[in-house]
Antibody, heavy 119, light 111 residues
């Protein structure tokens, strides 16, 4: 069974750094692009970017380029999303998402990680 | 403003048919990239219900169907049920952005 299991909810202060994770299981991790999707409170889905675990080829949405870093450790089948300096506007649920190809659908989703930023 | 445009809301009575449109441009849907559709129930992760414009993953009822023409796509739901009440999103690839994009989402209310 394919599963994407994300790390738990986080509460951080503005300016702090953060790295959340997404562990894949039940499939060959290095065969599929894996990406991140943001959902701000009460809002829609926003595609942030993807990475291919085989060679770490990474693509970002222009809206998120330079704001976050997507990485992967294929030895432990885990993808990461990180911030160097959080802002209040980063409050959202972040989903990791397995893509069936760079242009393809998202066939599996993680359960979501809620990130709260508050002083 | 989303690259893919969806109506904010649609509604229908149980048993009726509703459609949700997704309008794009020549850099995404019109360029031939596939459209995919997701259902998001409250407080849950989205779920893929249509991929490759018109294909249903295993387990998705045939009440859900998708189509694409030109720079637009549509999701149709027939025989509406109370459990269909959810947010629906379209997704495609955009060559000018070099990445995927989502529609703004449509809230389906079953009256």
């Amino acid at each position: 069974e394919v599963q994407l299991v994300q790390s738990g909810a986080e509460v951080k202060k503005p300016g702090e750094s953060l790295k959340i994770s997404c562990k894949g299981s039940g499939y060959s991790f290095t065969n599929y692009w894996i990406g991140w999707v943001r959902q701000m409170p009460g809002k829609g889905l926003e595609w942030m970017g993807i990475i291919h675990p085989y060679d770490s080829d990474t693509r970002y949405s222009p809206s998120f380029q330079g704001q976050v870093t997507i990485s992967v450790d294929k030895s432990i089948s885990t993808a990461y999303l990180q911030w160097s300096s959080l802002k209040a506007s980063d409050i959202a649920v972040y989903y990791c998402a397995r893509h069936a190809g760079m242009y393809g659908s998202i066939d599996y989703w993680g359960q979501g990680t809620l990130v709260t930023v508050s002083s | 403003q989303s690259v893919l445009t969806q109506p904010p809301s649609v509604s229908g009575a149980p048993g009726q048919r509703v459609t949700i449109s997704c309008t794009g441009s020549s850099s995404n849907i019109g360029a031939g990239y596939d459209v995919h559709w997701y259902q998001q129930l409250p407080r849950t992760a989205p779920k893929l219900i249509i991929y490759g414009n018109s294909n249903r993953p295993s387990g998705v009822p045939d009440r859900f169907s998708g189509s694409k023409s030109g720079t637009s796509a549509s999701l149709a739901i027939t025989g509406l049920q109370a459990e269909d009440e959810a947010d629906y999103y379209c997704q495609s690839y955009d060559s000018s952005l070099s990445g995927s994009v989502f529609g703004g989402g449509t809230k389906l209310t079953v009256l």
